[in-house]
């Protein structure tokens, strides 16, 4: 797979953890997609820490340019229903554990959870963003990211960048495997029949405990 095929595997992948009517909030870049493969009986309602709750589809007729954008950046509306509402409102929403789910990316997810996911030192960032509350305050933390970078593990036994969180993670989905993060360690509990399980646990620092019930990913 391309990295492109690579983010929408993931992404429809992680689609399947999203449940009627749920709050959501999906993180800079690959979590962006998953709307695109939500089912048609699964309505969730997006909600973006910069002013939307509820988003909709944008289109020519309703755009309405630098008035709001997703975690990408990307422009957004408010859904019938839905609504513009400042940072306070937002952020309480966040805080207040009104977010069912919320899915990003990281830069390294460790043995016990924890997640670096916005900087590397020596390299200009953008900022935190609303990443540290969302990883303590949504009901389930879903990283979705690529299981290397360029090689190299992002699942360890311990993170070496700065923290966003600590224990923080639930589910890792990659185009890998789906893992789970249990208090003896992380449970493969799907696997991508491109790779065998020998190939995963090489691409993966941490030690991996397998499913009894392991299944392929679908």
Request: proline share 7%; net charge negative; hydrophobic share 40%.
């Amino acid at each position: 797979m391309d990295k492109e095929e690579i983010k929408s595997f993931i992404a429809k992948r992680v689609a399947k953890e999203m449940h009627d009517g749920d709050v959501v909030n999906l993180g800079i870049g690959l979590p962006t997609l998953i709307p695109q493969f939500l089912p048609p009986d699964i309505h969730v309602i997006i909600q973006v820490e910069n002013g939307v709750i509820g988003t909709g589809t944008v289109t020519d007729e309703n755009i309405i340019p630098h008035h709001a954008v997703d975690s990408s950046g990307v422009p957004t509306v408010a859904a019938p229903h839905g609504c513009y509402i400042d940072s306070n409102t937002s952020f309480s929403l966040i805080r207040g554990g009104h977010v069912d789910c919320t899915v990003l990316g990281s830069l390294e997810v460790d043995e016990k959870g924890s997640l670096a996911n916005w900087i590397i030192p020596g390299k200009k960032v953008p900022g935190m963003g609303g990443a540290m509350d969302l990883v303590v305050g949504a009901k389930k933390v879903i990283v979705a990211m690529e299981h290397t970078n360029k090689g190299k593990p992002k699942i360890l036994k311990k993170c070496t960048l700065p923290l966003t969180a600590v224990e923080a993670v639930d589910l890792i989905v990659t185009e890998m495997g789906v893992m789970e993060i249990t208090p003896e360690g992380i449970l493969l509990t799907e696997y991508n029949p491109e790779f065998t399980l020998e190939q995963i646990q090489a691409a993966t620092e941490a030690q991996l405990i397998i499913s009894p019930n392991l299944k392929p990913m679908v």
